[in-house]
C-alpha cells in the first residue's frame, strides 16, 4: 500500500571503482536485471512514484535504462559523497510535499519491498527525526561502524575508515545499512553543516546522525540482524554471492509452486519470468526477462530464453536458444534450435537441430526437422521444409518475404530467393534454385540437369 508521508532518494551517482567497471556500477546485473531495478522494485509499492534518484558516473546509461523515470533524475555532476549527494537532491524532496524522505543506496539488490514497508511502518509509528536500519553481519566490512551511549541510544556513526577504538571505544560489531528516513524539516538545519573533514575528503550522511544527536533531536536506529539483504554490493565477489542467492530464491519459489527442476541448483530465472505449475525445467538452464511458460511445457538442459512465450505442451530441446520468440501449444525446438525475435510456431510445428527462425511464422503442424534458415517467411499449415533450406531474404540493402502455403513440400537444399510465392500443395525438387512464384499444386526444378561422363579408373 503507498503511503502518503514519505518520498525516496536513490544514490546511484557512484562509479564503484572496485567492480573495475566502464558502466555505473548499479547497473551491473544480477538474474538478467540491474541492482537498480531491484531498489526500484522494492521501493514502488511502499513509495507509488515519489522516488528521486541521483545519478552522476554514467548518468546517460542510468537515465536510458529506466526512461520511465526521466523527469525524475537528480544530476550530482562531482561525486563528493552522499551528504553531497542529498544536497543535490534536497530541492527535489522538498518540492514532493512529503513530511519524510527515505534515502536508500543503489546497490541494494536484496532488499525487498516487506523491508521497506517495515521500515516505514516504523517511521509512521515513533516520528523520529531521523531513523536509520542497522545490521551485525558476520564480516563488518567496509560499513560504517554504530556507536551508541550506556543506555542503548544511538550516539553516531562512524565511517570504518576513521574509527579508532581508542576514541569511539571497542566496535560492537553492530554497522549501518545505508537506509535512512529523515524528517525533511528537521534534518534541512543540518545539511549545511555537514564537512568533509575526513580521511576521505567527502560529505557524508552518516554525519547527520552526530549532528542531529548533538542537537538533541529524536535518533532511532532499526537492527535487522545479520540479514545480508541490506548489505551494498561492492565488488564483482559480493555481486556473484548475492545473485546466488537471488537464483536460490526464485529456484524455491518455484519448487513450491509446483513446478518441477531437475538439477535445480542450475536453473536460473529472472525476477519477471512467469512459469506455470506442471512445467518442467532442466538445468542448467537459464530464462530471462518477461518470459512465459505454461503449464505442461518441458525445458531440456542448456537452454536459453528471453522475453519468449512457451505454450502448454511444448517441448524445448536442449541447446536452444529463444529471443523474443512465441512458441504454440505442442510445439517441439532443437536441439540446437535458434528462434530470433519475430519466430512463431503455431500449434504441433516443429524445428529441429541446427534451423534457425527469425520474424517468421511456421504454420500449424508444419516442420522444419535440419539444417534449415527461416527468415522473413510465412509458412503454411502441414508444410515441410527439407534440410539445408534457406530463405534468401536480403539483397544486400533490403528485406524480402518469402511465402510458402499449406501442404506444400519443400525439397532438401533448397534456396528461395525473396520475394517469391510458393502455393499450396506445391512440390520443389531438391536442390532447386527457386526465384520465381510457384503456383498451387506445381511442380518446380530449378537446377541443371545431370550428365554422366565416363572415366578412365585405375586402381593404385
Known amino acids: 500500500m503507498v503511503n502518503s508521508f514519505a518520498c525516496a ?46 545519478v552522476g558516473f554514467g548518468a546517460e546509461h542510468v537515465e536510458k535504462a529506466f526512461p ?70 558476520n564480516d563488518p566490512c567496509q560499513f560504517g561502524r554504530v556507536t551508541r551511549d550506556q543506555n542503548g541510544k544511538v550516539t553516531a556513526i562512524v565511517e570504518a575508515k576513521d574509527y579508532d577504538v581508542a576514541l569511539h571505544g571497542p566496535a560492537s560489531g553492530e554497522v549501518n545499512a545505508g537506509i535512512y528516513c529523515l524528517k525533511i524539516d528537521s534534518v534541512e538545519s543540518l545539511l549545511s553543516r555537514l564537512n568533509n573533514n575526513n580521511k576521505s575528503g567527502e560529505y557524508y550522511i552518516t554525519d547527520l546522525v552526530d549532528l542531529a544527536v548533538d542537537c538533541g533531536m529524536n535518533v532511532t536506529a532499526v537492527n535487522c540482524g545479520n540479514s545480508i539483504d541490506l548489505m551494498g554490493i561492492n565488488s564483482p565477489y559480493e555481486l556473484a554471492q548475492a545473485e546466488s542467492a537471488l537464483r536460490r530464491r526464485m529456484a524455491e519459489k518455484l519448487l513450491n509452486s509446483g513446478v518441477t527442476l531437475y538439477n535445480w541448483e542450475s536453473v536460473v530465472v529472472g525476477p519477471n519470468v512467469s512459469i506455470e505449475p506442471g512445467v518442467e525445467i532442466t538445468g542448467p538452464c537459464e530464462i530471462y526477462g518477461k518470459t512465459v511458460v505454461r503449464r505442461g511445457a518441458v525445458i531440456e538442459s542448456h537452454v536459453r530464453i528471453l522475453d519468449s512465450v512457451i505454450a502448454e505442451e511444448a517441448h524445448i530441446k536442449a541447446y536452444s536458444h529463444l529471443e523474443q520468440a512465441d512458441v504454440g501449444p505442442e510445439c517441439m525446438v532443437g536441439p540446437y534450435g535458434r528462434l530470433r525475435p519475430g519466430a512463431v ?10 534451423v534457425e527462425m527469425k520474424k517468421a511464422v511456421l504454420g500449424e503442424g508444419a516442420k522444419a526437422s ?16 527439407g534440410a539445408g533450406t534457406i530463405t534468401c531474404n536480403y539483397d544486400g540493402k533490403n528485406k524480402h518475404k518469402t511465402v510458402i502455403g499449406e501442404d506444400a513440400f519443400i525439397g532438401s537444399n533448397t534456396a528461395l530467393v525473396a520475394p517469391v510465392n510458393i502455393g499450396r500443395g506445391t512440390l520443389i525438387g531438391a536442390g532447386s534454385t527457386i526465384t520465381k512464384d510457384v503456383k498451387d499444386g506445381e511442380l518446380a526444378v530449378a537446377r541443371g540437369r545431370q550428365v554422366n561422363i565416363p572415366r578412365t579408373f585405375k586402381k593404385s
Open 370 to 385: 535440419h539444417l534449415t534458415y527461416l527468415g522473413d517467411s510465412e509458412i503454411g499449415a502441414g508444410t515441410n521444409i
Open 9 to 54: 532518494l536513490v544514490l546511484a551517482g557512484g562509479k564503484g571503482t572496485r567492480m573495475h567497471s566502464d558502466k555505473p556500477k548499479v547497473l551491473k546485473t544480477l538474474l538478467g536485471e540491474s541492482m537498480l531495478y531491484y531498489v526500484f522494485s522494492a521501493l514502488v509499492p511502499s513509495l507509488g512514484e515519489d522516488i528521486f534518484t541521483i
Open 345 to 354: 510456431l503455431k500449434k504441433g510445428a516443429k524445428i529441429g537441430n541446427f
Open 68 to 137: 520511465e523515470m526521466k523527469d525524475r533524475f537528480v544530476l550530482q555532476a562531482e561525486q563528493l559523497g552522499t551528504g553531497h549527494a542529498l544536497q543535490m537532491g534536497w530541492e527535489r524532496i522538498k518540492e514532493s510535499g512529503r513530511e519524510y524522505c527515505l534515502v536508500i543506496n543503489g546497490d541494494t539488490p536484496l532488499i525487498s519491498a516487506d523491508y521497506v514497508g517495515d521500515f516505514l511502518n516504523s517511521v509512521d509509528r515513533d516520528r523520529p527525526d531521523i531513523s536509520f536500519i542497522t545490521i551485525t553481519p
